[in-house]
Protein backbone atom coordinates (compact mmCIF):
# COMPACT_ATOMS: atom_id res chain seq x y z
CA UNK A 1 0.00 0.00 0.00
CA UNK A 2 1.61 3.42 -0.92
CA UNK A 3 2.36 6.00 2.39
CA UNK A 4 0.01 9.02 2.73
CA UNK A 5 0.20 11.87 0.56
CA UNK A 6 2.73 14.54 2.00
CA UNK A 7 2.91 18.06 1.38
CA UNK A 8 6.57 18.15 2.40
CA UNK A 9 8.75 20.07 -0.66
CA UNK A 10 10.43 17.79 -2.57
CA UNK A 11 14.15 17.13 -2.08
CA UNK A 12 17.25 17.05 -4.23
CA UNK A 13 20.64 15.52 -3.02
CA UNK A 14 22.16 17.55 -4.98
CA UNK A 15 22.29 21.17 -2.95
CA UNK A 16 24.78 23.03 -5.09
CA UNK A 17 22.51 22.78 -8.48
CA UNK A 18 22.31 26.29 -10.03
CA UNK A 19 18.86 26.67 -11.05
CA UNK A 20 15.82 25.34 -8.64
CA UNK A 21 11.71 25.89 -9.49
CA UNK A 22 9.44 24.83 -6.85
CA UNK A 23 5.92 25.05 -7.68
CA UNK A 24 2.54 23.86 -7.53
CA UNK A 25 -0.28 23.24 -9.92
CA UNK A 26 -4.09 22.51 -9.83
CA UNK A 27 -5.40 19.17 -10.70
CA UNK A 28 -6.60 20.16 -14.38
CA UNK A 29 -5.20 20.08 -17.86
CA UNK A 30 -5.08 23.62 -18.60
CA UNK A 31 -2.33 24.50 -16.27
CA UNK A 32 -0.10 21.99 -17.45
CA UNK A 33 1.14 24.19 -20.86
CA UNK A 34 2.01 27.23 -18.55
CA UNK A 35 3.88 24.97 -16.03
CA UNK A 36 5.78 22.86 -19.18
CA UNK A 37 6.25 26.81 -21.07
CA UNK A 38 8.05 28.07 -17.49
CA UNK A 39 10.56 25.21 -17.61
CA UNK A 40 10.99 25.69 -21.01
CA UNK A 41 12.04 29.01 -20.43
CA UNK A 42 14.56 27.93 -18.11
CA UNK A 43 15.76 25.40 -20.17
CA UNK A 44 16.29 27.91 -22.46
CA UNK A 45 18.07 30.94 -20.07
CA UNK A 46 20.24 28.68 -18.11
CA UNK A 47 21.63 26.59 -21.55
CA UNK A 48 20.73 23.20 -19.16
CA UNK A 49 19.89 20.41 -21.04
CA UNK A 50 20.04 22.62 -23.95
CA UNK A 51 19.36 20.71 -27.71
CA UNK A 52 16.96 18.63 -25.69
CA UNK A 53 13.84 20.58 -24.58
CA UNK A 54 11.76 18.60 -26.88
CA UNK A 55 12.73 15.71 -24.82
CA UNK A 56 12.06 17.51 -21.72
CA UNK A 57 8.82 18.98 -23.55
CA UNK A 58 7.30 15.94 -23.84
CA UNK A 59 8.25 13.74 -20.69
CA UNK A 60 7.31 16.88 -18.25
CA UNK A 61 3.71 16.98 -20.49
CA UNK A 62 3.36 12.88 -20.06
CA UNK A 63 4.29 13.34 -16.58
CA UNK A 64 2.20 16.15 -15.51
CA UNK A 65 -0.89 14.83 -17.74
CA UNK A 66 -0.77 11.72 -15.65
CA UNK A 67 -0.51 13.19 -12.70
CA UNK A 68 -3.56 15.26 -13.14
CA UNK A 69 -5.38 12.67 -14.26
CA UNK A 70 -4.68 9.91 -12.28
CA UNK A 71 -3.21 11.44 -9.04
CA UNK A 72 -5.90 14.32 -8.94
CA UNK A 73 -8.66 12.81 -11.07
CA UNK A 74 -8.50 16.14 -12.66
CA UNK A 75 -9.57 17.95 -9.33
CA UNK A 76 -8.84 21.32 -9.65
CA UNK A 77 -8.66 21.21 -5.76
CA UNK A 78 -6.12 18.77 -5.46
CA UNK A 79 -2.30 20.08 -6.32
CA UNK A 80 0.74 18.32 -8.63
CA UNK A 81 3.81 19.88 -7.07
CA UNK A 82 6.94 20.19 -9.24
CA UNK A 83 10.42 20.84 -8.83
CA UNK A 84 13.56 21.17 -11.24
CA UNK A 85 16.77 21.62 -10.29
CA UNK A 86 19.22 23.07 -13.14
CA UNK A 87 22.88 22.72 -13.97
CA UNK A 88 24.89 22.96 -17.22
CA UNK A 89 27.17 19.86 -16.63
CA UNK A 90 24.81 17.72 -14.70
CA UNK A 91 21.85 18.60 -16.42
CA UNK A 92 18.42 18.76 -15.76
CA UNK A 93 16.25 17.03 -12.62
CA UNK A 94 12.44 16.78 -13.17
CA UNK A 95 10.57 15.64 -9.87
CA UNK A 96 6.56 15.56 -10.02
CA UNK A 97 4.46 14.50 -7.51
CA UNK A 98 0.73 13.68 -6.86
CA UNK A 99 -1.68 13.62 -4.04
CA UNK A 100 -2.88 10.05 -5.47
CA UNK A 101 -2.85 6.40 -4.33
CA UNK A 102 0.53 5.41 -6.53
CA UNK A 103 1.16 2.87 -8.78
CA UNK A 104 3.61 0.00 -9.58
CA UNK A 105 5.20 0.97 -13.10
CA UNK A 106 6.01 -2.97 -13.21
CA UNK A 107 2.27 -3.95 -13.42
CA UNK A 108 1.78 -1.18 -16.82
CA UNK A 109 1.59 -3.16 -19.92
CA UNK A 110 4.42 -2.58 -22.41
CA UNK A 111 2.67 -0.27 -25.38
CA UNK A 112 4.81 -1.57 -27.68
CA UNK A 113 3.47 -5.10 -27.70
CA UNK A 114 0.26 -7.53 -28.08
CA UNK A 115 -3.29 -5.90 -28.08
CA UNK A 116 -1.64 -2.75 -25.91
CA UNK A 117 -0.49 -1.85 -29.97
CA UNK A 118 -3.99 -0.66 -30.50
CA UNK A 119 -4.90 0.75 -27.39
CA UNK A 120 -5.67 4.86 -28.17
CA UNK A 121 -3.48 5.39 -24.71
CA UNK A 122 -1.23 4.26 -21.79
CA UNK A 123 1.56 5.30 -23.82
CA UNK A 124 3.39 7.91 -21.52
CA UNK A 125 5.29 6.11 -19.17
CA UNK A 126 6.89 4.07 -22.24
CA UNK A 127 7.62 7.42 -23.92
CA UNK A 128 9.26 8.73 -20.23
CA UNK A 129 11.17 6.67 -19.83
CA UNK A 130 12.72 6.46 -23.79
CA UNK A 131 13.33 10.21 -23.69
CA UNK A 132 14.60 10.67 -20.42
CA UNK A 133 18.13 9.41 -19.52
CA UNK A 134 17.37 8.25 -16.05
CA UNK A 135 13.64 7.80 -14.65
CA UNK A 136 12.84 6.30 -11.37
CA UNK A 137 9.43 6.56 -9.36
CA UNK A 138 9.29 6.82 -5.84
CA UNK A 139 6.21 7.29 -2.58
CA UNK A 140 4.46 4.02 -3.60
CA UNK A 141 4.35 5.60 -7.26
CA UNK A 142 3.06 8.76 -6.88
CA UNK A 143 6.21 10.35 -7.33
CA UNK A 144 8.55 10.67 -10.66
CA UNK A 145 11.85 11.34 -10.69
CA UNK A 146 13.45 12.00 -14.66
CA UNK A 147 16.67 13.32 -15.31
CA UNK A 148 18.04 14.54 -18.63
CA UNK A 149 21.66 15.34 -19.41
Not at 34 to 60: I, N, Q, S
Not at 78 to 86: G, H, N, R, Y
Not at 90 to 113: C, N
Request: with cysteine.
Amino acid sequence: MPPDHDDTPVEFACAELAVRLDLELPGEASAISPVVERVLTLVRDTGCARGKEFEVETALREALANAVRYGCAHNPSKTVQLSVACDQARGMMIVVRDPGPGFDPSQVPSPVAGDQLYADHGRGIYLISQLMDHVEYGRGGTEIRMIKR
